[in-house]
């Protein structure tokens, strides 16, 4: 009855886990749940100010497909100030999330045989649309030891005749790691006289912790004309909820592509976001966008230093994001068995290294108060030690 492409899919493992600690927390059992990506903090009151203006105005009706051309003019906005990218109002859409971007581009640009580089590892919906779009995924392995990143000799070897598309995530989703400036310079090098696209997932951008953030369509013209630039107010702004995203490109062919695929299924995003984004792009809630990667940074060290100090786990300080991708392979090299025991015995939920495509790693979300976080990282070392001991 389903279609192959269907049942090509896999469910997000990140949601699984988290729905799973949900229900188990629901039946009355202690669960500290470090598995959602999702900020602990509420969406600033300045934007829910101009969510409720809009309602209150009676801004309820069908807007554009790709978005009213005030919030066109913020993104715009934003992008040449905070990201030195200039995009016209044609070269910008809006979609219900960065998934929802990155759904539109593959399947706009992807088409059996294609091969789309994904460096492992990498958020878990990206092989999942390039499979469902009939791709194939060309992974790139990296490690603590190269900080979870690429090199271009490794670019350079994944290249074939048939490779359409690279993802690129900084800062990443699970790692933490952040391309520098140099870094994405020396990639987009290797690409040069290719007609390879950048799908660049900048998300996390305003949560970085050491060092500068530098989007990928910045670093050369070459870079520009190939990059596709995704990004959104969910983690930085806290309004996972609100389903915001927006894609640019100097490619006009692709926008429009993706804006006619739109306009035959969800149409226009929500019109009461497009009015609170505005807000949340143009800079009114920057302090309190300051506030949260404060203490996400707060958070971050104190997690770093508790993980390093559990005799057989390690883990990379990432620079950006809120996440910890911890090394577990000292104590178990099947992370889905390690989680699963983790939340059975001591009520700890992590999400498994292998749904990144990293086995020997747990994913550990920081978007928590301190005080969980120093609750669970005790129980973790337990559950460690327990382990260890019964080898």
């Known amino acids: 009855m389903l279609t192959d492409r269907v049942n090509t899919l896999s469910e997000s493992i990140t949601i699984a886990i988290s729905t799973l600690a949900g229900e188990l927390k629901a039946q009355g059992k202690d669960i500290l749940s470090f598995s ?137 989703n699970p790692t933490g790691s952040v391309y520098s400036k140099a870094e994405l310079t020396a990639l987009g090098k290797v690409l040069e006289g290719t ?70 299924s969800t149409s226009n995003i929500n019109s009461i976001t497009q009015k609170a984004a505005i807000v949340g792009l143009n800079g009114d809630a920057d302090a309190d966008i300051e506030k949260m990667r404060v203490a996400f940074k707060e958070r971050r060290d104190e997690a770093v230093k508790l993980i390093n100090a559990v005799e057989g786990l390690s883990v990379y300080k990432p620079d950006g994001a809120f996440y910890l991708f911890i090394n577990i392979k000292k104590v178990s090299n099947d992370s889905m068995k390690f989680c699963k025991e983790l939340l059975e015995k001591k009520g700890v939920a992590l999400v498994p290294g292998v749904g990144f495509g990293s086995e020997g790693y747990a994913r550990f979300s920081f978007a928590t108060d301190i005080e969980s976080i120093r609750a669970g990282i005790k129980r973790i070392e337990e559950f460690v030690k327990e382990e260890l001991k019964s080898k």
């Not at 990506?37 to 100010?49: A, C, H, Y």
């Open 36 to 172: 959602a990506g999702e900020p602990d903090f509420d969406t600033p009151q300045v934007i829910k100010n101009a969510a409720i203006a809009a309602i209150n105005e009676g801004f309820t009706k069908y807007t554009p497909v790709d978005g009213i051309p005030a919030l066109k003019a913020a993104i715009a906005n934003k992008l040449k100030r905070d990201n030195g990218l200039t995009y016209a109002p044609n070269q910008i859409i809006t979609n219900n999330g960065a998934k929802h971007s990155l759904f539109n581009l593959f399947a706009a640009v992807i088409q059996k045989g294609d091969e789309v580089i994904i460096p492992a590892p990498y958020w878990v919906t990206y092989p999942e649309l390039v499979l469902y779009h009939g791709g194939t995924v060309v992974e790139i392995e990296t490690n603590d030891e190269s900080s979870f990143k690429i090199t271009p000799e490794q670019l350079k070897n994944a290249l074939t005749p048939k490779t359409k598309m690279i993802v690129l995530t900084s800062p990443s």
């Open 195 to 264: 007609d390879v696209i950048v799908a660049s997932d900048e998300m996390y951008e305003k949560l970085v912790y050491d060092g500068e953030f530098t989007s990928a369509a910045a670093v050369s013209e070459d870079m520009y004309k190939r990059t596709i630039t995704i990004n959104g107010l969910s983690k930085s702004v806290a309004m996972t909820g609100w389903r915001f995203g927006y894609m640019a490109a100097h490619n006009t062919e692709i926008i429009q592509a993706t804006k006619k695929l739109q306009s035959q």
